[in-house]
């Protein structure tokens, strides 16, 4: 058995965790599946469903936004972006104003959820019975934790995990 796939036009349930993958496709205008998750967002306010997320997605995102300044950075002046953050130690500062931006957006729309004692138990527990990485594993059990089995990913691993629902737009 695997999780419930679901499309995005598909009738929403109230509650909603959404996964880094999502998140970063909302914010940015640059990523593959940004529109579709743009009309999925719209379809979120329309259903009145409640958007929850952790400090997990938090983080991945700011990495995202940094990461990819640093790229942007290290091929103007043709250097690997690694290279960038050590050479220019202050470079992160100069995107931090985005970085805080994209946060407030996703505080914005969503509500978040606390990492509880119980959700490291559970994450070694799925990433045993899953083969999902650790931060797939986490995502899903902080949700799991505060009782939540539906998620919005645009990663085809969270598909292998029993139990859940997960609308994603992934071909």
């Not at 505080?107 to 070694?124: G, I, M, P, S, Y």
């Not at 799925?126 to 990913?153: C, K, Q, W």
Request: net charge negative; hydrophobic share 45%.
């Amino acid at each position: 058995m695997s999780a419930e796939r679901r499309n995005f036009l598909d009738r929403l349930e109230p509650v909603i965790y959404w996964d880094a993958t999502y998140a970063i496709a909302f914010i940015d205008e640059n990523e593959r599946f940004h529109a579709e998750c743009d009309v999925f967002f719209q379809h979120l306010i329309d259903a009145s469903a409640l958007s929850v997320l952790s400090d997990m997605v938090f983080n991945e995102v700011a990495f995202h936004r940094i990461k990819a300044a640093l790229l942007t950075e290290g091929n103007r002046i043709g250097q690997h972006w690694m290279s960038v953050k050590r050479n220019q130690p202050n470079f992160i500062s100069t995107v931090m104003l985005d970085v805080e931006t994209k946060r407030r957006e996703l505080e914005e729309a969503t509500l978040k959820l606390l990492l509880t004692d119980h959700v490291t138990n559970r994450a070694f527990q799925l990433m045993r019975s899953y083969s999902i990485l650790p931060t797939d594993a986490y995502h899903i059990a902080i949700a799991l934790e505060a009782g939540i089995n539906v998620f919005v990913s645009l990663d085809e691993d969270f598909l292998r995990v029993d139990g859940i629902i997960v609308y994603t737009c992934l071909p």
